[in-house]
C-alpha cells in the first residue's frame, strides 16, 4: 500500500498536465464546431478536394464531419496520441526509474516481495489514467454539449471517448514491458515518443493505403472514432486482440521482472 501511495503521489503532477493538455485541444477544436457547422456545406466542398489518401490518412469522413460526433471523431485522433504518450511514459518509467534514480537497491531490500512491488506501481500507474480518463470524459462532454447545435448520442459519444483508456492500457502494458526488459532507459520521453510516433505512423499508412494486415500492427486502428460512429459498436476482433496485448505483455513483464537481476 505504501508503494501505490507513493507512486500515486509521483504521478499526480503528470497526471495533471496531460488531462489539462487533453482537455484544451478538444476545446480548442470543439470551439471551432459552431462556425464549422453553420458553414459546413463550403467545408465539405472544401475537403472534397483533398486527396483521398490525406483524408484517409487524417481520418476524415465525409459523411460524418459536418455532425458534432463526425468531428469529434476527428479530433479524437489527436488526443488519443497524447493519451498514448502519457500512458507510454508511465509504463516506461515503472521500473527504469528506480535504475536511474538508483534507488532499486533500497525498494528492493524492503519487506516485499518483487510480484508486490510492480502489482503496486501498475496500480498506480492504471489509477492514475483512469482518474485522467473520468476528468476528461466530464470535461469533454460539457464542452460538446456548449457547442452542439442540436442533439447528439450519448452513447456514442461515450463509447469513442472510452476508446482513449483501452488505448492506454495497451501502450501502458508495451511500455511496462519495455521498462522490465530494458531498465537503464536514460530518457524515458525518448523511448515513448519514438514508440507511440512509430505506431501512430503506422497506423496512417494503414489508413491510406487501406492495407487490412497493417492495422493489426498499429493500436490506433483497433478503435476508429469513425467506424464506433458508423456501427454503434466496437470491432470484437480487435477489442479482443488489444485484451491478449494487454494480457501478455503485463504476464511476461512479471515474469521477466520477478527472474532479472535488477542493478
Same mark, same amino acid.
Given at each position: !500500500? ?67 460526433? *463526425? ?16 500512458? !507510454? ?38 489509477? $492514475? ?9 466530464? $470535461? ?5 454539449? !456548449? ?43 525518448? %523511448? ?10 503506422? *497506423?496512417?499508412? $494503414? ?21 464506433? %460512429? ?18 501478455? $505483455? ?14
Amino acid at each position: !500500500m505504501n508503494i501505490y501511495l507513493h507512486e500515486l503521489r509521483a504521478y499526480r503532477k503528470s497526471a495533471t498536465l496531460w488531462t489539462c493538455a487533453m482537455i484544451g485541444l478538444v476545446l480548442l477544436f470543439l470551439s471551432m464546431f459552431p462556425s464549422f457547422s453553420r458553414e459546413a456545406a463550403e467545408f465539405k466542398l472544401v475537403l472534397e478536394g483533398f486527396p483521398d489518401a490525406v483524408k484517409k490518412a487524417l481520418g476524415l469522413s465525409l459523411e460524418t464531419i459536418t455532425t458534432l460526433l *463526425g468531428f469529434y471523431s476527428y479530433v479524437f485522433l489527436y488526443v488519443a496520441l497524447c493519451g498514448a504518450i502519457q500512458a !507510454m511514459n508511465l509504463g516506461v518509467s515503472i521500473v527504469s526509474k528506480e535504475a536511474r534514480n538508483k534507488t532499486a537497491d533500497f525498494l528492493l531490500t524492503k519487506p516485499v516481495t518483487r510480484t508486490e512491488v510492480i502489482t503496486a506501481k501498475l496500480l498506480a500507474a492504471v489509477t $492514475a489514467l483512469m482518474i485522467t480518463n473520468i476528468v476528461f470524459m466530464a $470535461a469533454s462532454f460539457v464542452i460538446a454539449s !456548449m457547442v452542439a447545435s442540436e442533439g447528439f448520442s450519448l452513447k456514442l459519444f461515450l463509447m469513442i471517448t472510452l476508446t482513449l483508456f483501452f488505448i492506454q492500457l495497451i501502450f501502458l502494458a508495451l511500455g511496462t514491458m519495455i521498462s522490465v526488459v530494458a531498465p537503464k532507459i536514460k530518457s524515458v520521453l525518448s %523511448v515513448s515518443l519514438g514508440t507511440v510516433f512509430s505506431f501512430f505512423i503506422i *497506423g496512417m499508412f $494503414a489508413g491510406v493505403t487501406d492495407d487490412d494486415v497493417l492495422k493489426y500492427a498499429s493500436p490506433f486502428k483497433y478503435f476508429e472514432p469513425a467506424e464506433i %460512429v458508423r456501427n454503434s459498436s466496437y470491432d470484437g476482433e480487435f477489442l479482443g486482440i488489444g485484451i491478449g496485448i494487454v494480457i501478455a $505483455a503485463t504476464a511476461a513483464s512479471y515474469v521477466i521482472f520477478a527472474k532479472k537481476d535488477v542493478h
